[in-house]
């Protein structure tokens, strides 16, 4: 077994052979002239886009970005990634269709043994997140947690644990608030109704 084998198989590893610290070094110059790009760079960032995943990607990514190898990131069509994201993705991340996340929110696969004499080992186990999720902002997605479909997991968040499919989860530990439901087709804040007059003058205006 080599040692990218064992890193994707979850067992113990070092990364410092096997080209990996060349790897990471190009795939960190990619994310420096992403996160450097103008605004209006729009044929440019899709280039590099498609470097970084190693396949083109429809989704909306506002720099700085922030990852270790990119092309363990599988990003699903129309997500949308605020400032200051930061994906560990030694392990695999896989992220579903329509994803949105707020600023500052890290997602990491990776952890080290909590004997201080293994603490130079590493270990890795994947993160998987369903369509149409919303994470807030600063939340903090840890190794091996799996969020279901539609699930929000709200700011400042610390998710250890699965959170299953049409939720709203928060805290730290980050825990089941409820299920979305009939009010959530009702309401869309606190007491404020969903106008489906109000929806038909919204769409009026994009034209």
């Known amino acids: 077994m080599t040692m990218r084998e064992r890193i994707m198989a ?16 190009e795939a960190k110059m990619r994310m420096k002239a992403f996160n450097d790009l103008a605004p209006d760079q729009g044929e440019e960032k899709a280039a590099l886009m498609k470097e970084i995943f190693g396949k083109d990607v429809q989704a909306w990514i506002e720099p700085p970005f922030y990852f270790c190898y990119g ?19 030694d392990g695999q991340i896989q992220i579903g269709d329509h994803v949105m996340f707020g600023p500052a929110v890290t997602i990491t696969t990776v952890g080290h043994p909590v004997n201080p004499k293994m603490r130079e080992y590493m270990y890795t186990d994947p993160v998987k997140i369903g369509n149409n ?6 939340a903090v997605i840890c190794p091996g947690v799996t969020i279901g479909d539609n699930s929000v997991i709200g700011a400042g ?4 644990h699965d959170v299953p499919a049409n939720t709203v989860a928060a805290g730290n530990p980050c825990r089941i608030i409820r299920e ?3 009010k959530d087709q009702i309401y869309y804040y606190k007491d404020r109704k969903i106008d489906p007059q109000d929806l038909e003058e919204e769409k009026s205006l994009r034209k």
């Open 133 to 138: 999720c919303w994470i807030g902002a600063n």
């Open 180 to 182: 979305i439901g009939e």
């Open 10 to 25: 979850g067992k113990l590893f070092t990364d410092e052979c096997e080209g990996l610290p060349q790897e990471r070094l």
């Open 157 to 160: 968040s610390v998710v250890i």
């Open 71 to 89: 092309r363990h990131i599988s990003l699903g069509e129309g997500c949308y990634l605020n400032v200051n994201c930061n994906f560990i993705d």
